[in-house]
């Protein structure tokens, strides 16, 4: 079946600039997850969604960041007025169910950002 | 806070040696760990993880790690490399309410020819 997909994969684009980074979850995954990796902070955790709520944003860098999903389904990260140190790679992974149980995270192949 | 340490940025390997990938983690409360491999330009694959139960945890491609508590480690094995593992591999525990997922720094395996 379809896995992950997130679009665009590859996003340049100039420093004060607001960029949009779309991910579509496999069918039927209630748990949707952002992360970010870059080469000074790794992966870290941004946030979850579990449905259409988020009930953990504590990995948002800032204000600009804000995320949304919708219909249970595709999820939308913005990025307002983006900055040099936002340039990464955002990767997108959705869960069956949340818990850290026995649901494995499938993982997309992630938006490269470069902000210039 | 939960938290885990690759302690190794990068391993270097000569084909059809044995490997070891080291990760120590530290959490106030019982944990889910995990080992994601990254090949060059993709997205993250899990590799295996452990729940509860058997303390050595087979995954896919040859991979196995032991959990092991006292030492608060889930290191990554595997008896016979190939050149096709060459890839970053990150460690991972989960928060048990959300899932949400703290990784390690990443281990670059490099094997050699």
């Known amino acids: 079946g379809a896995g992950v997909s997130q679009s665009p994969s590859n996003k340049v684009t100039e420093k004060g600039k607001d960029v949009e980074l779309r991910c579509d979850p496999i069918s039927g995954h209630t748990a949707l997850y952002w992360y970010r990796q870059s080469l000074g902070q790794g992966l870290e955790f941004l946030i979850y969604f579990q449905g259409n709520s988020a009930p953990d944003k504590s990995g948002l860098p800032s204000d600009r960041f804000s995320a949304e999903r919708t219909g249970g389904s595709v999820s939308t990260l913005t990025i307002q007025r983006t900055q040099q140190e936002d340039s990464a790679v955002y990767l997108c992974?959705?869960?069956?169910?949340?818990?850290?149980?026995?649901?494995?995270?499938?993982f997309g192949p992630g938006t490269r950002l470069t902000v210039l | 806070a939960q938290s885990v340490t690759q302690l190794d940025s990068q391993v270097p390997v000569f084909e059809e040696a044995p490997v070891e990938l080291r990760c120590n983690y530290s959490s106030s409360v019982s944990v889910y760990l995990f080992w994601y491999v990254q090949y060059p330009n993709q997205g993250l694959q899990l590799l295996l993880k452990y729940l509860s139960g058997s303390t050595l945890v087979k995954g896919i491609n040859g991979f196995e790690a032991e959990f092991n508590k006292s030492q608060t480690s889930f290191h990554l094995r595997k008896p016979s490399v190939h050149i096709s593992d060459t890839a970053e591999y990150f460690c991972a525990v989960s928060s048990s309410n959300t899932g949400k997922l703290i990784f390690g720094q990443g281990t670059t395996l490099q094997v050699k020819p």
């Open positions: 992974a959705s869960s069956f169910r949340p818990g850290g149980s026995t649901d494995t995270q499938y």
